[in-house]
């Protein structure tokens, strides 16, 4: 069932977890997968997969079934593992009836509604919801679900090859509060180009920064895809830099947020709903194309073939929990001080042991 909830420099490299390389249209990446389960296509029913994502433990089925409500955007391509596990069967071999709400709001809208039980937990961007989670929200994460989904883009044939190239240059965005503006301001900084004196940012709706970008407007665009996928595919722009960038080819972008309710007082449900999020995500890595045949009839303005491209590109096999999730969380925070998203004070370690909970210990 789905509702909706009405108020979304190096090339990918080898990650350390052991790896499979996946064709795309668009390039050759290289992939992790901690635990790509071999599914059977049609129904898993009760059965047991041969092995879980890594750092969960063994397999969760609840001794009774249970309802959960999970705020998830339905259109958002990197989420199309999450938006068929209900006809993968996912969710019910673990015994649990979940409910999608389709959120198209804020995040702190979003976070609000997770905290307040109005959705037991939602799945969104860490470099979103960070900030965010500050306030205080009663919201926990438990799980990072894949990496990928945030690119920069300067155009074909243009002087800019490098983000250095990028020092006095305007970049547009489709928001200044968006995680990849953050993202790519950490990664600027760290080559050397201040992202608040030395680059002028831009607001533009996501289906006209190409056209800024032909325009010279900007001599770069950020944003996530399929707007970006495409450009890259139609020979318009190339790629500079993802959040897949360096060492931050082993994070994720994607977490799952857990009502602090749910972890507190049934801390086996949560492991449950967390367990069966990341083996969808697994599953899709052996299985792109009966993932985007699945998520055809949500997406909006992409097809089956767009889909396993663009997953291709992501890591869907990269899962972090417990310690390690603790750890990117970290860092994400301390690369969010050096850009003054957070304040300088902020004590990353108690933050992210704050946020966090680790429902499989």
């Known amino acids: 069932m789905v509702r909706t909830l009405i108020n979304p420099l190096s090339r990918r490299t080898l990650l350390g977890y052991g790896a499979v390389a996946l064709a795309s249209p668009l390039l050759l990446s290289t992939r992790s997968v901690w635990a790509a389960d071999e599914h059977d296509h049609a129904g898993h029913g009760d059965a047991a997969p041969s092995a879980e994502p890594n750092g969960t433990g063994e397999f969760i089925k609840l001794d009774a079934p249970q ?11 990197c989420l199309a593992p999450v938006v068929v596990a209900h006809s993968e069967g996912f969710f019910n071999k673990h015994n649990l009836d979940v409910e999608f709400v389709n959120f ?26 960070l900030k965010a989670l500050e306030q205080g929200f009663d919201v926990k994460l438990t799980a990072g679900t894949h990496g990928g989904c945030m690119r920069l883009l300067s155009a074909n044939g243009s002087a800019i090859g490098s983000l250095a190239d990028l020092k ?32 002028e940012w831009k607001l533009y709706p996501a289906d006209l920064l190409g056209t800024a970008l ?42 799952v947020g857990v009502s602090g309710t749910l972890v507190r007082g049934d801390k086996r449900a949560a492991a449950a709903l967390t367990q069966a999020i990341l083996e969808a995500h697994d599953y899709s ?36 929990v ?6 990117e969380i970290v860092t994400y925070v301390n690369d969010l001080k050096t850009v003054e998203v957070f304040d300088s004070s902020t004590d990353a370690v108690a933050f992210a042991k704050e946020i966090t909970a680790d ?3």
């Not at 809208?109 to 979103?128: F, H, P, S, W």
């Not at 990664?187 to 030395?198: A, M, N, S, T, Y």
């Not at 417990?322 to 750890?327: C, E, H, I």
Request: proline letters at 3%.
């Open 214 to 255: 032909d325009k010279g407007e900007v001599q770069a665009i950020s944003g996530s895809d399929p707007f970006m996928y495409r450009l890259i595919k139609g020979g318009q722009a190339h790629e500079l830099a993802s959040n897949l960038s360096e060492e931050y080819a082993n994070l994720s972008c994607c977490v």
């Open 67 to 77: 309802k959960l409500k999970l705020a998830i955007n339905l259109n958002a391509v």
């Open 285 to 320: 890595v052996k299985h792109p194309d009966v993932v985007a045949k699945g998520f055809e009839k949500f997406a909006l303005n992409t097809n089956a073939a767009e889909v396993q491209a663009i997953m291709h590109d992501h890591t869907h096999g990269h899962h972090a």
């Open 104 to 129: 198209g709001n804020s995040t702190e809208v979003l976070l609000e509604a997770i905290a307040t039980n109005k959705a037991d937990a939602g799945i969104g961007m860490a470099l979103r919801w």
């Open 168 to 199: 006095g240059k305007a970049i547009g965005v489709t928001d200044m509060a968006a995680p990849d503006r953050n993202f790519f301001s950490i990664l600027l900084q760290r080559h050397g180009v201040d992202p608040v004196k030395d680059v």
């Open 359 to 361: 429902v499989f210990s």
């Open 322 to 327: 417990g310690q390690a999730l603790s750890t």
